[in-house]
């Protein structure tokens, strides 16, 4: 790696481990559980708290902080030519229903203290470094939109279609987005999507394999790709003690025939790479005198083959077709993100500060979804991994170690470095 006066390893070296690591205790409260996880839904006040953090701990630096209309937050660290694009770095802030403490609020750590470590260090850059929080990354974890302020930053989704979705309980994004803004007023406001020239996201990899292979580092090839696919199943209320079986249109029953014939396609034993999931499942009106009339559930399906991608996913349809019985059933796909590949030039850049600090590193491709996935589309992306415990997340018992994380964030400063050169 070419040295231009900022000496490789002087980043790294100002990680602080223990500085980093308090930040997770801090940012864990805003939607603590009492079962040690996290509950901090898209744009909900400890969310929105969580940005008026990062700004209250920018200020003593000077960097400026910004939000755009979708409420993505971005602080800037400048670089010597104003002009140049910005290499950018984050992840999101909100979590799963019961999430862990470390899905997302990593990356924006993450690049917050490789920001803080530059600055310790007197690193001198010529592009501008941002630490970025992208709104509402869960998809149907609060709003049925994922990588949403990703998205509509890169131009994928009209700001207008994503103001418009309403959560469980018709609270539309559009109105949540005005209460933050009315809750940060320190905060500038900036236009949405201006060109970046890179960006890297710091996550916990959310699988087993580092762990497993005793490895601190991933160097993120890609994402796989994802369908989703939300299945309205109509029936008829009727009275549980009276109506014979003949006159019956029982909703919960046919969705229960279509999940168990959609579970019997959808494997690929003994590669077991398909990942299917029904996780969500309503049943309308829930009472047990009630032969219930209505169920809706959502399909998330994930593979890294497109045609897999293809060919599972285009027999949705026609399985729930044919286990309706005496129902009808509407099936419709909610969001299709196919598989990505970063361009060489992030991950190469992640491989050799991970070299460069001596680090146990290996390529791996995400099996989960992150606002990478959006970015690749417009500049430069990348992703590094840190090991969690048990590959566990998504979940309250989801744990990662100090060290690994701070090992992730020294590899991320050094490529902050390198690309903000
Ligand atoms: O669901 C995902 O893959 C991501 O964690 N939102
Ligand atoms: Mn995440
Ligand atoms: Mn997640």
Known sequence: MADDGNGFGRAAAKVDEARLWQR??????????????????ALDANDIQARALLAEWARPYGWAVAMDDIGNLFIRRPGSDAAAEPVLSGSHTDTQPSGGRFDGIYGVLAAFEAMEAMEAAGIRTRRPVEAVVWTCEEGGARFPMGTMGSGVFVGRTPLEKARAV???DGITV???LDAARAALPGV???PIGSPIAGYVEAHIEQGPILEEKGLQIGVVT???????????VEGADAHAGTTPRARRRDALSAAVAMVGALERLFHDDPSDTVRFTVGRFVVTPNAPAVVPGHVAFTI??????????RRLGDQ???????NRGQC???????????????ADRVPDAVEAAARGLRLGHMRIFSGAGHDAGPLHAVAPSGMIFVPCEKGISHAEAENATPADLAAGTRVLAETLVDLAR
């Open 316 to 322: 949705v349809d026609p399985i729930c077709q044919a």
């Open 300 to 309: 998330d399906f994930r593979n890294p083959e497109p045609e897999i991608l």
């Open 328 to 342: 009808t059933v509407i099936v419709t796909q909610t969001s299709g993100g196919a598989p990505v590949h970063f």
């Open 174 to 176: 559009g109105a949540a």
């Open 188 to 190: 500038a406001h900036r």
């Open 24 to 41: 997770h205790v801090d940012m864990a409260r805003l939607g603590g559980t009492p079962r040690g996880g996290v509950r901090r839904l």
């Open 166 to 168: 309403a959560d469980y």
């Open 222 to 232: 890609g994402i796989q790709g994802s369908r989703r696919f939300l299945v309205e």
